[in-house]
T-cell receptor, first 113, second 114 residues
Framework: NAGVTQTPKFRVLKTGQSMTLLCAQDMNHEYMYWYRQDPGMGLRLIHYSVGEGTTAKGEVPDGYNVSRLKKQNFLLGLESAAPSQTSVYFC????????????FGPGTRLTVL | QQQVKQSPQSLIVQKGGISIINCAYENTAFDYFPWYQQFPGKGPALLIAIRPDVSEKKEGRFTISFNKSAKQFSLHIMDSQPGDSATYFCAASRGSGNTGKLIFGQGTTLQVKP
C-alpha cells in the first residue's frame, strides 16, 4: 500500500498562474482533507470531503477549489495564485464514521512569486 | 479564531529528560484529542490519542494527561531520545458522527540533545 500520495512535491508559480494539486489514497478511505501548514500556525483545514462527489469548506477556503470525482482522489485547485498561498500543502484521509485517525501524505511545497 | 492553543513553541531537552507540551481548548463539544508527530520533510503521523472519558493514556514512553474541567491536555515524553526530535501538534475534534475535522494547535518543535 502506498498510503496517501501527493503530486507534485514542489512547485513554483508566478502570481496569477493556476495549478492543481493531486492527492490519491489506496486505503479505501471515505473522508479526505486538504490542509496548509505555515510557520507558527499549525495546520489549517482548507476543504474536506466526506465521500465521493461531496466537498465542503474548512477554516481557510478562500482562493481554493476542490473536487472529488473519484473516491480515491481529491484535487486542490488554485485558480489565480497569490504570494499569500505560499505554503506547504498536506492531504489526509480517514475511514470516517467515528474512526478518526487521519493519514497524511508527504506534502507539496508551493512557492508563489 | 484559534480554538486550540499549544505551548511552548519550542523546547530543548537533554537526553533522558522529560518533555512536556501543553494544549488548551475552548469548545466543550470536542471529544477526541490526538497528538501528531512530524519529522522534517514528512507529513504528520498519529502518535497517541485520548477521549475525555479517561484522564490519562500511556503508550510506551508517551503519555497524554487530560483535564476536562480545565479544558487542557498535555503530552509527556519520558526518557526523551534524540530520535524524538520533531514537531508535535495537538489537535481536537468532535469525533462522534460527523466529519472528523481536526483543529490543530500551533505546533511545538522539540530538540533532544544527546
Amino acid at each position: 500500500n502506498a498510503g496517501v500520495t501527493q503530486t507534485p512535491k514542489f512547485r513554483v508559480l508566478k502570481t496569477g498562474q493556476s495549478m492543481t494539486l493531486l492527492c490519491a489514497q489506496d486505503m479505501n478511505h471515505e473522508y479526505m482533507y486538504w490542509y496548509r501548514q505555515d510557520p507558527g500556525m499549525g495546520l489549517r483545514l482548507i476543504h474536506y470531503s466526506v465521500g465521493e462527489g461531496t466537498t465542503a469548506k474548512g477554516e481557510v477556503p478562500d482562493g481554493y477549489n476542490v473536487s472529488r470525482l473519484k473516491k480515491q482522489n481529491f484535487l486542490l485547485g488554485l485558480e489565480s495564485a497569490a504570494p499569500s498561498q505560499t505554503s506547504v500543502y498536506f492531504c489526509a484521509s480517514s475511514y470516517g464514521q467515528g474512526k478518526n485517525e487521519q493519514f497524511f501524505g508527504p506534502g507539496t511545497r508551493l512557492t508563489v512569486l | 479564531q484559534q480554538q486550540v492553543k499549544q505551548s511552548p513553541q519550542s523546547l530543548i531537552v537533554q537526553k533522558g529528560g522529560i518533555s512536556i507540551i501543553n494544549c488548551a481548548y475552548e469548545n466543550t463539544a470536542f471529544d477526541y484529542f490526538p497528538w501528531y508527530q512530524q519529522f522534517p520533510g514528512k507529513g504528520p503521523a498519529l502518535l497517541i490519542a485520548i477521549r475525555p472519558d479517561v484522564s490519562e493514556k500511556k503508550e510506551g514512553r508517551f503519555t497524554i494527561s487530560f483535564n476536562k474541567s480545565a479544558k487542557q491536555f498535555s503530552l509527556h515524553i519520558m526518557d526523551s531520545q534524540p530520535g524524538d526530535s520533531a514537531t508535535y501538534f495537538c489537535a481536537a475534534s468532535r469525533g462522534s458522527g460527523n466529519t472528523g475535522k481536526l483543529i490543530f494547535g500551533q505546533g511545538t518543535t522539540l530538540q533532544v540533545k544527546p
